[in-house]
């Protein structure tokens, strides 16, 4: 058997067994409130690896788009809604690339 097709059986076997091992082994309710919070919490942080790479590779020089998302996190934390967050992180990310270049 080829090596790559032993590997490729190998994680799709992991996958699996990764996705059904807690439906057959957790029947009852989960009550313990630290696993609850956790699990509460994993679809944002899955969400956050997902696109955070995408944010700093998105513009010419990853310091603005460090700044652009600064920029969106303070603005949205401070109650702006979608359309003035958008329009606050691209306009500091214009400023910082016309700085840089």
Same mark, same amino acid.
């Given at each position: 058997?080829?090596?790559?097709?032993?590997? %490729?059986?190998?994680? &799709?076997?992991?996958?699996? @067994? =990764?996705?059904? @091992?807690? #439906?057959?082994?957790?029947?009852?309710?989960?009550?313990? $409130?630290? $696993?609850?919070?956790? #699990?509460?919490?994993?679809?944002?942080?899955? @969400? !956050?690896?997902?696109?955070?790479?995408? %944010?700093?590779?998105?513009?010419?020089?990853?310091? *603005? !788009?460090?700044?652009?998302? #600064?920029? &969106? =996190? =303070? *603005? &949205?934390? @401070?109650?702006?809604? %979608?359309? *003035?967050?958008?329009?606050?992180?691209?306009?500091?990310?214009? =400023?910082?690339?016309?700085?840089?270049?």
């Amino acid at each position: 058997m080829n090596h790559t097709v032993f590997y %490729i059986l190998v994680m &799709a076997v992991v996958t699996y @067994l =990764i996705r059904v @091992l807690p #439906l057959t082994l957790v029947r009852k309710e989960i009550k313990n $409130i630290y $696993i609850r919070s956790f #699990l509460h919490y994993v679809p944002y942080v899955t @969400l !956050a690896v997902m696109v955070f790479p995408g %944010i700093l590779e998105s513009t010419a020089s990853p310091w *603005s !788009a460090l700044v652009g998302f #600064l920029v &969106a =996190i =303070i *603005s &949205a934390y @401070l109650g702006g809604n %979608i359309v *003035s967050v958008a329009l606050l992180t691209c306009t500091a990310v214009l =400023i910082v690339e016309l700085f840089l270049y």
